[in-house]
């Protein structure tokens, strides 16, 4: 079974559209991340929910809106792409705030390609 | 604010040959240190990790790293490389009280036969 799944793998989309990208693990862990990896595979925090509740906001435009149904859920909107947004967005899990032990758990990343 | 700076984008070796990936920290408070591990089109996987105590860690594959307080440094080594070692590997800190983990840029390790 996989630990943290997001779907869908690849996603190729048009300009200005609107998509999402969902996120789930079984871990049983409170705390939910979304990281995006650019094309020199820089790796940047984007938003962190603990129990639902969301905690990290970097600086991120206000198109992308995370959503936690559950605390096993981390599901990430995005509204009117622009060509900038093309990159593997990356969920991950920890079992307390920040990853206290260092075990971040990552699914297999979502590939975005904006044309 | 923490940084993380990997001072080798690429590092090619070959097979068997021994290997450092560099890894330098900036932070005026305490750290926690990590190295993670991706493989070609897969997430991130932790390779090992320092929290406190001994400076020397170790993974169950073979790579070790030294926190070095004085100077900072944070770096990855093992004595002889496999193939199955090219991967990208990513230094990350976090500080005490810090909620995210910050990542370097990244090293890709390229094993030749």
């Known amino acids: 079974d996989t630990a943290v799944s997001q779907t869908p793998k690849y996603l190729v989309t048009q300009m200005g559209n609107d998509k999402s990208i969902k996120c789930e693990q079984n871990?049983?862990?409170?705390?939910m991340y979304w990281y995006k990896q650019d094309s020199k595979k820089f790796l940047k925090i984007m938003f962190s929910?603990?129990?639902?509740?969301?905690?990290i906001n970097e600086t991120v435009p206000n198109r992308f809106s995370p959503k936690s149904p559950d605390k096993a859920h981390l599901n990430l909107h995005i509204n009117s792409l622009e060509l900038g947004d093309s990159a593997v967005y990356f969920c991950?899990?920890?079992?307390?705030?920040?990853?206290?032990?260092?075990?971040?758990?990552f699914g297999e990343g979502s590939r975005l390609t904006v044309l | 604010a923490q940084s993380v700076t990997q001072l080798d984008s690429q590092v090619p070796v070959f097979e068997e040959a021994p290997v450092e990936l560099r890894c330098n920290y900036s932070?005026?408070?305490?750290?926690?240190l990590f190295w993670y591990v991706q493989y070609p089109n897969q997430g991130l996987q932790l390779l090992l990790k320092?929290?406190?105590?001994?400076?020397l860690v170790e993974s169950i594959n073979g790579f070790e790293a030294e926190f070095n307080k004085s100077q900072t440094s944070f770096h990855l080594r093992k004595p002889s490389v496999h193939i199955s070692d090219t991967a990208e590997y990513f230094c990350?800190?976090?500080?005490?009280?810090?909620?995210?983990?910050?990542f370097g840029q990244g090293t890709r390790l390229t094993i030749n036969p």
């Open positions: 991950a899990s920890s079992q307390d705030v920040g990853g206290h032990t260092g075990e971040l758990f």
């Open positions: 871990l049983g862990h409170d705390t």
């Open positions: 929910y603990n129990n639902k509740e969301l905690i």
């Open positions: 932070s005026s408070v305490s750290v926690y």
């Open positions: 320092y929290l406190s105590g001994s400076t």
């Open positions: 990350a800190v976090r500080t005490q009280g810090a909620q995210k983990l910050v």
